[in-house]
């Protein structure tokens, strides 16, 4: 199972997907990016990911391997767009840029237990 409800993510552990996001209101030029963060409630960040926009749009893959170790519980997601990002040289993380905008409020993220293991 891998289903969206509003911004509430529900998944079975180890199970993958794909979840597409349109932005509004802006054009993203050629370097902007989106960031995509799931945290556990202890705040551990358990993925992340930097996509480029193409048409105002990014998607992100859920792969067996990004949550088949996790707990089963809570965890919470959110999206951050960042104009023309700056990176931390040693790290390769995004610090700042020109501008950043969190356009979903940070959201529900349901693991689900299984009992069979991939």
Avoid at 11 to 23: F, P, S
Wanted: hydrophobic letters at 35%; glycine letters at 12%; one cysteine or more.
């Amino acid at each position: 199972m891998f289903v969206v409800r509003g911004t509430t993510i529900e998944l079975h552990r180890g199970d993958t997907g794909v979840i597409g996001i349109t932005a509004t209101g802006y054009t993203f030029g050629n370097n902007d990016r989106a960031l995509f963060t799931l945290k556990s409630k202890s705040g551990a960040v358990v993925k992340q990911g930097v996509y480029a926009m193409e048409n105002n749009r990014f998607q992100v893959e859920f792969v067996n391997a990004d949550t088949d170790s996790l707990d089963s519980g809570e965890y919470e997601w959110d999206v951050r767009y960042v104009v023309n990002p700056q990176y931390d040289q040693t790290t390769g993380r995004i610090v700042d840029g020109d501008g950043v905008a969190t356009p979903i409020d940070p959201s529900e993220c349901k693991i689900r237990r299984t009992v069979g293991q991939i």
